[in-house]
Nanobody, 117 residues
Framework: QVQLVESGGGLVQVGGSLRLSCVLS????????MAWFRQAPGKGRDRVGY???????IYPDSVKGRFTISRDNAKDTVYLQMNNLKPEDTAVYYC???????????WGQGTQVTVSS
């Protein structure tokens, strides 16, 4: 059973930064591709960062250049560094893990990020 626990959300002003963390337990960390998603009120869940087991990263245009996903294999942890935050980045952010590129995701419980103007 994969368990994902996020931390690091909170309230930040426009232009500020936050770093989210997510620890995976219960399975072999190195076998999982990791991702961060977000969901704003009344909207769908969108992926904002993806990192493969080999370290390849993928971002949507909406966050490219502002968000950075990384993984620390010694700590079984994935991070999302968010810089130059905007009000439209306000959402619940979810950590997710899957084996390969086509399996279903395991999900964390989510952490709230609020960007105030």
């Amino acid at each position: 059973q994969v368990q994902l626990v996020e931390s690091g959300g909170g309230l930040v002003q426009v232009g500020g930064s936050l770093r989210l963390s997510c620890v995976l337990s219960g399975r072999t960390w190195s076998m999982y591709n990791m991702a961060w998603f977000r969901q704003a009120p009344g909207k769908g869940r969108d992926r904002v960062g993806y990192i493969t087991t080999s370290g390849t990263t993928i971002y949507p245009d909406s966050v490219k250049g502002r968000f950075t996903i990384s993984r620390d294999n010694a700590k079984d942890t994935v991070y999302l560094q968010m810089n130059n935050l905007k009000p439209e980045d306000t959402a619940v952010y979810y950590c997710a893990a899957r084996r390969g590129d086509y399996a279903s995701y395991y999900w964390g419980q989510g952490t709230q990020v609020t960007v105030s103007s």
